[in-house]
């Protein structure tokens, strides 16, 4: 009964979207793919403007570590996530090697505008590059919904990772608000896992190397950002940094928590007896992770717009 529901919900969503295409004019569905990702690039650039300005750049350089160490690592973390995308569309549309820059402003779209604008930017760009329509949409939406269980599963492998740690630790948590947390954390892995046949587009081998990567991009997220902190806070062992960073990822995926910030302080100090310079830690790595996205986000942005308005503005010369 489940799969005869979902599949007839299926062929209603298809059906209205199908009868609200011909209310759209087909010269607004043939300039999406040409106009719809610098359109976007443009909100990116526009975003990176207003974050530069609003942005106290004396506090952020004055807590940057000037050691060679720590900008390799906060490259290589910066980059893990644009450079796992791009393996993952490199094998679904032979993504070039300039696909990064791709990525990587599908990445800033999600920072600094709304949640999947980024993917939005893809779908996008992908039109652009001759893909198929509703081919490059699966495989978006399959992607996406993969890197959400990633994120999932890489917070319960953090909770059981920090668990043997923070058992003595009171965060403060009431235990009925831990456990509907994890509830809401659990659920998409065991949705997308039941309903995978209907989810999902992709063959399975694709959504199996998809599903590594994302695995392989939590992972190194975590390692990278434990050991950014222990580069710019030393004297703390990077197993413990480890263990902090895992706490800090199982909190920002757990729903109903308010104060995460508070609780993380807390949990630092009674750990390692350093909460007071844990919160200019933290205000230092998000300011300098904004700033990155700032510069790369108008160096990408005007990368792809610039040609744009050179062509928009050779056609009005022609008038």
Not at 225 to 240: E, Q
Request: glycine content about 8%; some cysteine; overall charge positive.
């Amino acid at each position: 009964m489940t799969e005869i529901a979902i599949r007839a919900a299926g062929d209603q969503l298809a059906t209205v979207a199908t009868r609200l295409s011909r209310l759209v004019p087909r010269g607004a569905l043939t300039a999406l793919p040409r106009f719809g990702a610098p359109l976007i690039s443009l909100a990116i650039l526009f975003a990176a403007m207003v974050e530069l300005h609003a942005t106290d750049w004396s506090k952020v350089f004055a807590l940057v570590p000037r050691s060679p160490a720590f900008w390799l690592v906060f490259a290589l973390a910066y980059l893990v996530q644009p450079i796992c995308d791009w393996l993952i569309y490199r094998r679904l549309w032979t993504m070039p090697v300039a696909g990064i820059a791709a990525t990587m402003r599908k990445t800033i779209g999600n920072e600094l505008l709304i949640g999947y604008a980024g993917e939005a930017y893809l779908f996008t760009w992908a039109r652009r590059a001759g893909q198929d329509g509703r081919t490059a949409i699966r495989a978006v939406k399959d992607v996406a919904i993969l890197s959400s269980v990633a994120g999932s599963v890489a917070t319960l492998a953090a909770a059981m990772l920090a668990v043997p740690w923070l058992g003595a630790v009171p965060l403060g948590i009431p235990s009925w608000v831990l456990i509907a947390s994890l509830g809401v954390v659990v659920a998409p892995p065991i949705v997308a896992f039941t309903l995978r046949r209907q989810l999902f587009w992709l063959p399975g081998p694709a959504l199996a190397r998809i599903a590594a990567l994302h695995g392989l991009r939590a992972t190194l997220t975590v390692v990278l950002t434990a050991l950014l902190w222990a580069l710019a806070l030393p004297g703390v062992a990077v197993t413990w940094w480890v263990v902090l960073s895992a706490l800090k990822l199982l909190l920002s995926r757990l729903p109903f928590i308010s104060n995460r910030e508070l609780v993380f302080a807390g949990a630092t100090g009674m750990l390692l007896g350093h909460a007071g310079a844990v919160a200019p830690l933290m205000a230092m790595m998000a300011a300098l992770t904004v700033a990155t996205h700032i510069l790369v986000g108008i160096a990408t942005a005007a990368g792809e717009v610039g040609p744009e308005l050179k062509r928009v503005g050779a056609k009005l010369a022609r008038l």
